[in-house]
């Protein structure tokens, strides 16, 4: 099942270190099928609050995104985005087939539709 790392990067202070990191971030994510869906992007906000750049990559599975994101290539490059920005990010698994229809959640939580 495809898994996703997600982004919120906020008050970026773009320098030599995001350079590098930028450089540097593709090779880490080839080794696990990991491939930029959004990046750098500002979202159209439309409830809540968020002044930042979004970044999305996919994984074919959530093993792949724990495996890069705790990888040895990758571990160097994560103070080098830390120390610029606010940032959260997080992995999360997309849903097991499509189409995906929303209340089948109903059904997985025993709730009678």
């Known amino acids: ?5 997600i982004g919120l990067l906020e008050d970026l202070q773009f320098g030599p270190d995001i350079v590098s990191y930028l450089q540097r971030i593709d090779a880490t994510l080839a ?3 990991g491939e930029f869906l959004v990046h750098g992007t500002r979202p159209e906000l439309r409830e809540g609050s968020f002044g930042g750049d979004c970044v999305v990559i996919a994984f074919p599975s959530m ?6 994101y ?3 290539a990758y571990a160097p490059l994560i103070p080098l985005r830390t120390q610029h920005s606010r940032s959260t990010v997080f992995l999360l698994e997309g849903v097991k087939e499509l189409p995906y229809r929303a209340a089948g959640l109903l059904d997985k939580l ?3 539709a």
Request: glycine residues 10%.
């Open 110 to 112: 025993g709730v009678a």
């Open 70 to 72: 705790d990888s040895d």
């Open 31 to 33: 080794p696990y099928g």
């Open 1 to 5: 099942m495809t898994a996703y790392a």
């Open 63 to 68: 093993e792949q995104a724990r495996a890069w």
